[in-house]
């Protein structure tokens, strides 16, 4: 024992400095081997399953189990998608859908987090709880919420309608009942509400990530504007918002990317994949992969071109922070 001890500390003894340092390079990527892994099984085998779908024709679940073979069609999925008229209606719908929320969802989020920012502990640490169970509610427990909320003979905003004055109601709307009234019939009403749940299961978020970074904020900074007469709007454009341009475009990015997959939502308020108007590239990837006749080849082709389009998005926001860097 004593003579194994003694050789350990002589090869250690031995050891160059050269040595011992690359040892220590490679430690970082060692402790990171064990998250690449679970990433790649639970990440990157999939998208590869998906990608690798794409380009067969699919429209059996004996071939997705292997029992007969995949025909290959190449480029064929994608071609059939993009000379589709219907795709560019849908792609139309997910732009200015994504665009709408993510505008509100930044807007209300940074009111929000402006909010706690000003209140005193006890009240900010009250608020946020209540801002934050919005967050914490699974988003199909509160997507079947916000359905009850706006079924057309026993929801809230059915009763409230119909608890206003006829005269008024006649003014305004033209009518006087509205039990039975389709909430979710009109595709405009339709992404409205859709706006309504996803920007309320999603300002809390950029709520506290604002808070967060509020905090970092030198509080001189923001007394000496106000000693020179600036008021909070010029506060605001002057000094909080370029220091916090960093945290705004990941929160962007991050609201991009969760706003173009909205399916949940869409799903459980839609009642399924029958209102096609108001179909999104996820929700339209699922209804072609899965609706009879089964086309997994094409739905696969969505989602690999969604995938694509959220890759150039943060693409796009990484040469921008990479360009503002560089220039400072």
Not at 58 to 81: C, H, K, M, S
Not at 154 to 177: E, K, M, Y
Not at 252 to 267: A, E, G, M, R, Y
Request: proline share 5%; glycine share 8%.
């Amino acid at each position: 024992m004593s003579t194994l001890t003694e050789r350990t500390r002589t090869d250690a003894a031995r050891e160059t400095p050269a040595r011992r340092r690359s040892r220590v390079d490679r430690l970082p990527y060692l402790l990171l081997l064990p998250c690449l892994v679970v990433i790649g099984v639970l990440l990157l085998w999939p998208l590869g399953q998906v990608v690798t779908m794409s380009f067969f024709r699919l429209d059996n679940v004996r071939q997705l189990r292997g029992d007969r073979e995949w025909p290959f069609v190449g480029l064929a999925n994608y071609t059939q998608i993009l000379g589709d008229p219907f795709f560019r209606t849908v792609l139309r719908n997910t732009v200015l859908f994504a665009a709408a929320n993510v505008l509100l969802t930044m807007v209300l989020g940074t009111l929000v987090g402006l909010l706690l920012h000003r209140l005193g502990r006890k009240m900010a640490t009250f608020v946020a709880g209540c801002v934050m169970l919005a967050w914490a509610t699974p988003a199909l427990t509160g997507t079947i919420v916000w359905k009850w909320i706006f079924d057309d003979t026993s929801g809230l905003v059915t009763w409230a309608f119909n608890a206003l004055p006829d005269g008024l109601s006649q003014a305004l709307f033209g009518r006087t009942d509205w039990s039975g009234y389709g909430w979710f019939n009109s595709p405009l009403l339709f992404f409205a509400i859709l706006t309504l749940v996803v920007v309320w299961h999603s300002f809390p978020f950029i709520a506290v990530s604002v808070l967060a970074g509020l905090k970092s904020v030198p509080s001189e900074l923001h007394e000496a504007a106000r000693v020179d007469g600036a008021g909070p709007w010029t506060v605001f454009w002057k000094i909080t918002f370029p220091l916090l341009r960093p945290v705004f475009g990941i929160l962007v990015v991050l609201s991009t990317i969760w706003d173009f997959k909205v399916f949940t939502q869409q799903f459980v308020l839609a009642g399924g994949t029958q209102d096609r108007p108001t179909f999104m590239l996820a929700i339209y990837s699922y209804a072609e992969a899965f609706s009879p006749p089964p086309r997994y080849g094409v739905g696969s082709a969505i989602a690999v071109i969604l995938t694509l389009i959220l890759l150039l998005v943060t693409g796009l926001y990484v040469r921008m922070v990479l360009r503002q860097e560089d220039e400072s």
